[in-house]
């Protein structure tokens, strides 16, 4: 998945047509039901990224989630 794609699909999870990667996550539903759609959503389309809950938990905005995927823009 490229960035633009990533970016795509984390407006959705948020269910935004566009966010900011300066978008501050606690001004989003950003819970911790929000952080399990995540995780599912890292399983399905990044399944060899290890991402750990508590990492999601010390995203501030959304620029922080985005880096947690490690794709190139």
Same mark, same amino acid.
């Given at each position: 998945? @490229?960035? +633009?794609?990533?970016? &795509? &699909? $984390? @407006?959705?999870?948020?269910?935004?047509?566009?966010? +900011?990667?300066?978008? *501050? *996550? +606690?001004? *989003?539903?950003?819970?911790?039901?929000? $952080?399990?759609? $995540?995780?599912?959503?890292?399983?399905?389309?990044?399944?060899?990224?290890?991402?750990?809950? @508590?990492?999601?938990?010390?995203?501030?905005?959304?620029?922080?989630?985005?880096? *947690?995927?490690?794709?190139?823009?």
């Amino acid at each position: 998945m @490229n960035y +633009s794609d990533l970016v &795509k &699909k $984390i @407006n959705k999870l948020f269910e935004k047509k566009k966010l +900011s990667g300066e978008t *501050l *996550l +606690s001004e *989003l539903d950003y819970d911790s039901l929000k $952080i399990l759609e $995540i995780l599912a959503f890292a399983d399905k389309y990044f399944p060899k990224l290890n991402l750990d809950a @508590n990492k999601l938990y010390e995203c501030k905005k959304v620029k922080d989630l985005i880096k *947690l995927f490690n794709v190139d823009r």
